[in-house]
């Protein structure tokens, strides 16, 4: 079945930084429809980005993401992390149903 | 517009206790979810519906677990004798019928079973 893999648990860094979170996918389907998931503390999770066009980025809020097919990744990046960014996220693709990752936790310090 | 509302926001049990949540969604949104999200996990879907019909409740634990949408609009998701490890929040999404369209998300149920 199709499966979201997101490496980092826990991702810490200084406001004013870049910030990157890996996604990677697997699924049977020519065509991935990927997103990015972003849950603030005590909230529920809110669509922060999607796309299903090869090698275009998508950009929303200040963060963008580019799907590549040929390596199978969807990476959440923003130039410059806000302490307002802290959250969790999570990459999630949609087959017959969305799958999400295990999300990584991004904790942005003054 | 009033985005996808849930009740109750909490529930605490003992094991063996009987449990109901129950989700309005979006006006309009004819496709209804039902996650569950363990501490520290992304959501797994649980059961998914088209207006009244019942898409995919294969993630579903049917021996415990039931969930019903009679008229395609509101939903209750019931656990009949709760457990332990069904320690979670529970989230009801709402979208519509196109397979790209967005999920949102209510604010959920979280449930603690002792």
């Known amino acids: 079945g199709d499966s979201v893999t997101q490496t980092e648990g826990l991702v810490t860094l200084t406001e004013g930084l870049p910030v990157m979170l890996n996604c990677t996918y697997q699924?049977?389907?020519?065509?991935?429809?990927l997103f990015w998931y972003v849950q603030h503390l005590n909230e529920s999770p809110r669509l922060l980005l999607k796309?299903?066009?090869?090698?275009k980025r998508t950009e929303h809020q200040g963060f963008h993401a580019t799907l590549h097919k040929s390596s199978s990744s969807f990476h959440l990046q923003k130039s410059s992390a806000q302490l307002s960014d802290s959250a969790l996220y999570y990459c999630a693709h949609m087959g017959y149903k969305l799958t999400f990752g295990t999300g990584t936790s991004l904790l942005v310090d003054p | 517009e009033a985005g996808v509302t849930q009740s109750p926001r909490y529930a605490v049990l003992q094991e063996g206790q009987a449990v109901s949540f129950w989700c309005d969604p979006i006006?309009?949104?004819?496709?209804l979810y039902w996650y569950q999200q363990p501490r520290d996990q992304g959501p797994q879907l649980l059961v998914y519906f088209r207006d009244e019909a019942v898409i995919d409740n294969s993630q579903l634990p049917s021996d415990r677990f039931s969930a019903v949408r009679p008229k395609g609009t509101n939903s209750t998701l019931k656990i009949q004798s709760a457990k332990q490890g069904d320690t979670a929040t529970y989230l009801c999404a709402s979208s519509l019928r196109d397979n790209y369209a967005e999920q949102f998300f209510g604010p959920g149920t979280r449930l603690t079973v002792l």
């Open positions: 699924t049977i389907y020519s065509n991935p429809f």
């Open positions: 796309s299903f066009t090869d090698n």
């Open positions: 006006s309009g949104h004819d496709t």
